[in-house]
Nanobody
Framework: QVQLVESGGGAVQPGGSLTLSCETVAIVFKVAAMGWFRQTPGNQRELVAVITTRGVTEYADSVKGRFTVSRDNAKNTMYLQMNNLKPEDTAVYYC?????????????????WGQGTQVTVSS
């Protein structure tokens, strides 16, 4: 299984910012679309943002205008810049990879997950 390593989470006040990172192996990173998910207790994982190898992106409506997904091919790393954070953004954030296009990525049934990184937004 391909290892996925998320990092960068933490506790911030509403309106604050965080940048999450997701590292994976080069052979996968260079050909696959990558995405960020989040999950709160008792709920299913929610897709937050997706980015293809060509830089095409898509966001959940709840984060549009506040979150930015990017990828550094030289470092095999994907990022999620999160600005103007809200309490409802509190969750464990996970990344995953697969497919080439965003529609294919969104239809995939992911079974391999990393440990995630906790984001807590509260005053």
């Amino acid at each position: 299984q391909v290892q996925l390593v998320e990092s960068g989470g933490g506790a911030v006040q509403p309106g604050g910012s965080l940048t999450l990172s997701c590292e994976t192996v080069a052979i996968v990173f260079k050909v696959a679309a990558m995405g960020w998910f989040r999950q709160t207790p008792g709920n299913q994982r929610e897709l937050v943002a997706v980015i293809t190898t060509r830089g095409v992106t898509e966001y959940a409506d709840s984060v549009k205008g506040r979150f930015t997904v990017s990828r550094d091919n030289a470092k095999n790393t994907m990022y999620l810049q999160m600005n103007n954070l809200k309490p409802e953004d509190t969750a464990v954030y996970y990344c995953n990879q697969g497919g080439v296009t965003i529609p294919v990525f969104k239809e995939m049934d992911f079974t391999n997950w990393g440990q995630g990184t906790q984001v807590t937004v509260s005053s």
